[in-house]
């Protein structure tokens, strides 16, 4: 085969393992797409750069994502403003593709951020009641180790933040993709680009209202932490609190349908409106989640319930059949199947926050 068709098959075999986010790195997707396209040893100059893959994952962008792309990015500049702002006193400078608009879905908003010290930028974003993990990774280059501080922050976009000293505030640094120095935004110079990207935009309304718009996932959490104080009927639930059978009812229909979020969120919220009105913790949950879930959702939480008289062959006929003529008849039987199996005493069950995690990333793989 041709070397340059080679390494462009290459580029593009890389380019969809890191798309679909099998590969974060661009020297595994390179590898593994090269085990996978030819045998036996290749030529480095046979390997695509790292530039001719960030150009083929924006093809599949294009591709899967159409039109939807450019009202994403727009979102996620004002998102970065927004926090940038948050964190103005650590000199912040937007990074990545949010600035140079190479994103995709899932793209994390990248930022540089500079204090001596991790505990003010910690307490500035705890001020502003986000949510956060530290994380610190050891890198090898050029026969030097160094460890950089990263905050993972979860919000409608995910930002990772890049903490360095004080005094690299005007550190040039480079781009491991181009080898040049890397494209970087201060605040004003952020609000210079939406203005010229986006004629007319007025900065003030599109802040405030993303300072206003609720992220689903921390109303979710909020519903569901209560559980924890909701002691159940020993017979009927002989594992103990709500929140432990709602994670366990969620474990039990990962295994069964793990790329199903719709299905997913029912699992795990079937049970919230118990912490707020027992008798009627159906209605009194699809009250607090209207608006925060999809329709299928809401249909298989408000149906749960039936879903036990229908195993239990206690259903009456006419509601058997109305419920048979649903499309969903199958999915609300399996919940009902999982509700069930979620009552295993000392049973294995996933952390509230794992639990919301996974599917925070489910909802990101799939748009």
Not at 350 to 361: C, T, V
Request: proline share 4%; aromatic share 8%.
């Amino acid at each position: 085969m041709p070397s340059g068709k080679l390494r462009k098959q290459i580029a593009w075999e890389a380019a969809r393992l890191m798309y679909l986010r099998e590969e974060s790195e661009y020297f595994r997707a390179k590898q593994k797409a090269a085990a996978r396209l030819c045998q036996g040893w290749l030529k480095p100059a046979d390997l695509p750069s790292n530039r001719e893959i960030r150009d083929e994952i924006q093809v599949f962008a294009r591709i899967h994502e159409g039109d939807a792309r450019t009202s994403h990015l727009r979102e996620m500049r004002i998102e970065a403003l927004r926090m940038m702002r948050i964190l103005s006193r650590f000199r912040p400078r937007l990074i990545g593709s949010t600035l140079t608009g190479h994103v995709r879905q899932g793209s994390d908003i990248d930022l540089h951020v500079f204090s001596d010290s991790i505990e003010a930028v910690c307490a500035a974003l705890e001020g502003e009641g986000l949510r956060f993990d530290l994380e610190r990774k050891r890198v090898r280059k050029h026969d030097e180790e160094r460890i950089f501080t990263h905050v993972h922050v979860e919000e409608r976009f995910p930002f990772e933040l890049t903490i360095y000293n004080a005094d690299q505030a005007h550190y040039v640094f480079k781009s491991s993709i181009t080898g040049q120095a890397i494209e970087r935004a201060s605040i004003p110079e952020l609000e210079q680009l939406l203005a010229r990207e986006y004629p007319g935009i007025e900065l003030s309304d599109e802040l405030a209202e993303a300072e206003n718009r609720v992220d689903r996932f921390q109303i979710y959490e909020l519903l569901l932490v209560p559980l924890e104080k909701v002691k159940q009927s020993g017979k009927y639930h002989p594992e103990g609190d709500a929140l432990y059978h709602s994670l366990q009812v969620f474990d039990r229909a990962r295994d069964e349908l793990p790329y199903d979020e719709e299905f997913l969120l029912a699992a795990l919220l079937h049970d919230v409106g118990k912490a707020i009105d027992p008798e009627e913790h159906v209605q009194a949950g699809l009250e607090a989640l209207a608006g925060f879930v999809p329709p299928r959702t809401a249909w298989l939480i408000e149906h749960h319930m039936e879903g036990h008289a229908l195993r239990d062959g206690t259903l009456g006929a006419r509601a058997r059949r109305r419920l048979l003529a649903c499309e969903d008849y199958e999915a609300l039987v399996l919940l009902a199947q999982c509700d069930k199996r979620g009552r295993v005493r000392g049973a294995e069950a996933p952390e509230l926050r794992e639990a919301l995690d996974y599917l925070r990333e489910l909802a990101k793989m799939c748009g």
